[in-house]
Nanobody
Framework: QVQLVESGGGLVQAGGSLRLSCAAS????????MGWFRQAPGEEREFVAT????????YYANSVKGRFAISRDNAKNTVYLQMNSLKPEDTAVYSC?????????????????WGQGTQVTVSS
């Protein structure tokens, strides 16, 4: 059974930084793409960032490009999301997801395993 456990969320002032982590277990981590998505209250879930199985390919939502960075450590079965220059509009529950195969995708239905999410709140 695949498990994804996020950590690192919290309350931060605008302009600050947070680093989210997602620890995976249950199948060979290095074979699958990983993604981060977020959902704000009353909003639909939206794509944030994705990284291929080998870490060589990444893709970001325009809203976070240049501020967020996704990375992975296949030896630790962990994917990270470094979030800098945070804005109040970044406030949401952030969830990591594991894809069906190795290549990247921004579509949520490309991902078949999801974590429970971690709250990120950015105050103005």
């Amino acid at each position: 059974q695949v498990q994804l456990v996020e950590s690192g969320g919290g309350l931060v002032q605008a302009g600050g930084s947070l680093r989210l982590s997602c620890a995976a277990s249950g199948r060979t981590f290095s074979k699958y793409t990983m993604g981060w998505f977020r959902q704000a209250p009353g909003e639909e879930r939206e794509f944030v960032a994705t990284i291929s199985s080998n870490g060589y390919s990444t893709y970001y939502a325009n809203s976070v490009k240049g501020r967020f960075a996704i990375s992975r450590d296949n030896a630790k079965n962990t994917v990270y999301l470094q979030m800098n220059s945070l804005k109040p509009e970044d406030t949401a529950v952030y969830s990591c997801a594991q894809g069906r195969i190795s290549s990247i995708s921004i579509q949520s239905d490309w991902y078949n395993y999801w974590g429970q999410g971690t709250q990120v709140t950015v105050s103005s």
